[in-house]
């Protein structure tokens, strides 16, 4: 079955650091992934979508790659601030009904 | 843009009753619209695309009898918690695609607890 995994269940770094999130996917090629932020107790946010055909997005301080060899992408945020933290999660669209399948999330937690 | 809202944000009830959970798209219209749910430190799971004027659709292992889902206008859909008991208490989330938009648009969720 189709499977999308976050390996980092949390990230801890330095404010004005890089932080690097991944994600993994399994049996299944899909167009496009998506990120999205979810803070407690919140709905989930959507951020970036990039396609299959684009190796990399961006939005001010975020970017996303996107390598369809190893099956991964990978969420940057550069200079990075306490507002930052929140848990990440990335999706793509699959399953039977073509639905939005989440991976866990990582939560990332930026330190002053 | 593409605002979603859900109503209550949190809602406490006895065990045997049933809640209803609104989701309205304020700013634009949603044919489809889905219901997730989240546990603790777990990722969202689709409980059920909300098709507006038509049945829904459930994920296999939910119950539609218990989880009573109508879509009938392209701005609101609901969920009933039907007998709820207290494992049933959960976050519940709805969302829906904005046509022209990337992504999928996610209310602020409902802290449904069951005592």
């Known amino acids: 079955s189709q499977k999308i995994e976050q390996n980092s269940e949390a990230l801890n770094i330095q404010e004005g650091k890089t932080a690097t999130l991944t994600c993994n996917y399994t049996n299944y090629s899909p167009a496009y992934l998506q990120w999205y932020r979810q803070d407690p107790g919140r709905g989930p946010v959507f951020l970036l979508l990039i396609r299959e055909n684009e190796k990399e997005k961006r939005k001010e301080r975020l970017k996303v790659t996107f390598d369809t060899t190893l099956k991964q992408s990978l969420f940057h945020i550069t200079a990075s601030q306490p507002a930052d933290s929140a848990t990440y999660l990335c999706?793509?669209?699959?399953?039977?009904?073509?639905?939005?399948?989440f991976g866990k999330g990582t939560k990332l937690s930026v330190k002053p | 843009g593409a605002v979603v809202s859900q109503h209550p944000s949190r809602v406490i009830c006895k065990s045997g009753t049933s809640v209803k959970i609104e989701c309205r798209s304020l700013d634009f219209q949603a044919t489809t619209m889905f219901w997730y749910r989240q546990f603790p430190k777990q990722s969202l799971m689709l409980m059920a695309t909300s098709n507006e004027g038509s049945k829904a659709t459930y994920e296999q292992g939910v119950e539609k009898d218990k989880f009573l889902i109508n879509h009938a206008s392209l701005t609101l859909s609901t969920l009933t918690v039907t007998s709820a008991h207290p494992e049933d208490s959960s976050f519940y989330i709805c969302?829906?695609?904005?046509?022209?938009?990337?992504?999928?648009?996610f209310g602020p969720g409902t802290r449904l607890t069951v005592t």
């Open positions: 999706a793509f669209y699959g399953g039977s009904q073509g639905n939005l399948i």
């Open positions: 969302s829906a695609r904005d046509v022209g938009r990337p992504g999928q648009y």
